[in-house]
């Protein structure tokens, strides 16, 4: 083992049931992350980012059709615990997540800091005092003052909110917390002193993050790594600063150059047409319809190739990179 | 004392003859908007007021584009309404082409409405659920009186082609469910377009989209720009995507525009210490940002029930010039030509 891997996704497969059909929202992911450091997910939104990780969280909704495919935490294999181990042993225990649109999942009736102990106290059997001093302590990780624990969540900002359920998926000391557009409903300053904080987790606790957004701009805050998504799969992964210096799959590079920049003198481009339907995606490159440098190979399905520990799905680099799966 | 007095005297004097300059031959003017929304205690009268603009003053020429950059609840979009004149302001006035807007009554205001195109920041709540494309684009015309139905038809034709969602035939029928974001967006520019406007607002009109369409659509409001002469206030709270648009920016603090000035010097020179926390708070990608935390003000901006006396930044500012900055609001500084700035750091400027 060549890495410390907390994570470690093989061919993870999620379609949900639907009445046009079946929806085909992770198709064969596979990726992996290393203790204490952050993986960026980017990818436009309809292309099942938040799908993978609810799939890697097990939280799945009752239409799934197709479930399968091996996720390791740890190098324990998960998939093939029953949802009641998978509950006590995995789910807000190592594994945490802050959702979409956190601040408006605070429970309106109960004050955060009761709301903020409860996972400590089902998960690791403290005691409601014990809990609430837990609780304070990870309210002024977050940096938000600790008399807040009696307060409830209308009384908050939308930057205290969102402090508030970080410091909630941090309560039981996870390895890896998965973060969903943490900061898309927030202002800018709020957002910066809200990565502000999740630097200063990643540092001092040592957690890992799995951070979901479409804003290329903002992630760079707190990537090491990156991997693009594009209509189920993923098809670009490597270290953060060789991705942005040069992105390697056409997707990831004009999704790079759609990014509008406050310093560079560069004019951004956009990407014509749009995602393909997850219902029926195309036969081979699923982006191949709307890809600059298309040409006969893309009809079949591009296999991933490995270019200097960085890995991308796409024809064009035949020749300089090595089967993945070899 | 009696000289910072005299000082900002002269400095109000200059700034006031340039806004006489410009108001002159200005498409729009906003002179001391104050918009207060009243706080009611159950029918015992009033608790107070949410002073959601306080004091904005601006000119806005033909052809001109301007980008009013802040942080939600900063008054932005208060500001915007009462453009539209769908707010009555408390005090204060606009002046568009010389007109006041208070004393605009029923045809007139129609006529003035018909002069100014608004695009939303969420298209899909935008667009009536229940019309077809036909229908969204032509109440408008019904509504301002363009009773032949071939023109009707043809402008819809010309706005659809102008924005780009082609052929117009294949929309008409169509219902807002049916289009991607993007679509959403183009049909209520084709909407904001229809009645050859003189002036577009676009509230975050990009927000509510995704990063690879986002810039497609502000092209195209470029294209329109240009191709009809318009003017453009372009409210948004993310600085990067202003700077593909538009030349001057006003910087919104609570309720009152604290920085005045073009945006290279937004980008290069910030001055007010705001506008700089708001340039240090956005990134462009760089895995260099990974390393470094953001030397960023803590802190939320202020209630607009009370806000705070001097200068409203100062609870927050690393600058704060003790006994001036909590006492005495700050006049703006001609630092620059072009650029104004309303802090005290500047009052030797």
Redesign the interface.
């Known amino acids: 083992m060549a890495a410390d891997k907390v994570l470690n996704v093989k061919d993870l497969k999620l379609f949900f049931r639907t009445t046009k059909g079946v929806v085909r929202a992770v198709d064969g992911v596979d990726f992996t992350l290393e203790r204490n450091r ?1 993986v960026v997910i980017v990818g ?2 309809g292309c099942g980012k938040t799908s993978l990780a609810k799939a890697i969280l097990r939280l799945l909704p009752k239409n799934v059709d197709t479930y399968s495919g091996k996720v390791f935490l740890n190098d324990q294999e998960t998939m093939k615990y029953t949802d009641e181990e998978y509950r006590t042993k995995v789910r807000w225990v190592k594994m945490s997540m802050v959702p979409q649109a956190a601040m408006n999942s605070l429970n309106p009736v109960l004050k955060v800091g009761d709301q903020v102990a409860e996972p400590a106290i089902i998960h690791n059997d403290m005691s409601k005092e014990v809990a609430l001093q837990q609780a304070k302590k990870m309210f002024q990780q977050v ?1 938000v003052p600790d008399d807040f624990i009696n307060r409830y969540a209308f009384e908050l ?1 939308g ?1 205290m909110r969102q402090r508030v359920t970080i410091a909630m998926s941090l309560m039981s000391l996870p390895e890896l917390v998965i973060l969903d557009e943490p900061t898309s409903a927030l ?7 809200i ?2 904080v999740l ?2 987790i990643k540092k001092e606790l040592g957690v890992s993050f799995i951070l979901i957004t ?11 790594d990156v991997a693009v998504m594009y209509a189920g799969q993923i098809v670009e992964t490597g ?3 060789r ?3 040069c992105p390697l799959h056409p997707y990831a590079i ?3 150059d ?7 003198k560069q ?5 014509t047409g ?1 995602p393909p339907s997850l219902l029926n995606p195309p036969t081979g490159c699923r982006f191949k319809d709307r890809c600059p440098s298309r040409f006969e190979r893309c009809d079949e399905e591009p296999p991933t190739y490995n270019i200097e520990g960085r890995t991308v799905k796409c024809w064009l680099y035949a020749k300089e990179g090595t089967n993945h799966n070899d | 004392m009696t000289d910072t007095t005299q000082e900002k005297s002269q400095t109000i004097m200059t700034h006031d003859d340039d806004l006489k300059k410009r108001r002159e031959n200005s498409l729009l003017s906003v002179q001391n908007l104050k918009v207060w929304f009243e706080l009611r205690r159950l029918g015992f009268g009033t608790t107070g007021y949410v002073h959601a603009v306080d004091g904005v003053n601006f000119d806005l020429d033909y052809r001109e584009t301007i980008a009013i950059v802040g ?2 609840g900063c008054g932005k979009t208060t500001l915007m309404k009462s453009i539209l004149a769908l707010y009555q302001p408390t005090e204060g006035e606009i002046y568009f082409e010389g007109n006041p807007l208070s004393e605009l009554k029923g045809y007139q205001m129609r006529q003035y409405r018909s002069e100014i195109g608004y695009v939303q920041q969420d298209p899909y709540g935008a667009l009536a659920p229940f019309m077809n494309i036909r229908r969204i684009l032509e109440e408008p015309m019904i509504i301002n009186g363009i009773n032949s139905k071939q023109e009707r038809k043809d402008r819809i034709f010309n706005a659809l082609e102008e924005v780009k969602l082609t052929p117009p035939g294949d929309f008409l029928e169509k219902f807002p469910h049916m289009l ?3 679509q959403q967006q183009r049909v209520v520019l084709a909407r904001a377009m229809l009645l050859e406007p003189k002036m577009i607002v676009a509230d975050e009109p990009v927000s509510m989209l ?7 659509i ?2 195209l409001m470029e294209s329109l720009q240009e191709r009809h002469d318009l003017a453009v206030i372009y409210i948004t ?5 202003v ?2 648009f538009s030349e001057r920016v006003f910087v919104m603090y609570a309720g009152q525009l604290i920085e005045k000035t073009l945006i290279e010097d937004v ?1 290069h020179d910030p001055k007010h210490p705001y506008t700089k ?14 390393l470094h ?2 030397d ?3 802190g ?1 901006p202020p209630s607009l029930v009370n806000p705070p006396k001097g200068c409203r930044f100062h609870p927050r500012c690393p600058y704060k010039i003790e006994g001036l900055c909590e006492v005495e609001v700050p006049p703006y500084f001609k630092t620059k030509p072009d650029q104004y700035v309303a802090c005290w750091l500047y009052k030797d400027a």
């Open positions: 952050a436009e939104s940096g900002s930057g202002d800018v300053l709020t957002q910066a002193n990565f502000n630097k200063r479409h804003d290329i701009a903002t992630s760079s805050e707190l990537a090491d270290d953060a600063s991705f942005f210096d004009k999704l790079m759609s990014v509008p920049r406050l310093r560079a004019e951004p481009d956009f990407i749009k | 942080e939600s991607s974001g993007g995704d990063a690879s369409v986002r810039v497609e502000l092209r709270h993310d600085l990067s995507t700077r593909y980008v926390a708001l340039m240090e708070a956005t990134s462009d990608p760089d895995a260099n940002n990974a935390y953001r960023v003000p803590p939320e």
